[in-house]
């Protein structure tokens, strides 16, 4: 469900700058989503996918980068990627916030991201 509101919002944006340029057609769209949104690629696809139907969007191309998620340390200057832990119990990973040098909280700088990064449309 999280993943459909995130989209529904992306398709959205795209349709109403499509909307703005004079668009006939969508052809493509480039977007970057961050680890730590904890969004199902997959699960955008499908619902891009379902919400771009029969709109000038639809049978685009839906683009996904990720991005990593990543840290700063206030405390000892660490910058880097976080750790993650598995856990069995939920068959996940999940970040630790804590930095790897000195153990103390991170501020996390990427990683939170979802951008539309471009549309391709023609006219």
Known sequence: ???FLRTSEIVDAVLSEAKKQGALKVIEVEVEIGDLTFLGLEQVKFAYQVLTDKTIADNSK??????QGRGRCGSCGYEGALSYLDDPQ???SFPTFNCPRCGRPLAISAG????IRRI???K
């Open 120 to 122: 391709r449309i023609t």
């Open 1 to 3: 469900m999280h993943e």
């Open 112 to 115: 939170r991201e979802c951008i």
């Open 90 to 92: 939920f068959h996940m």
């Open 62 to 67: 839906l683009t996904i980068r990720q991005i």
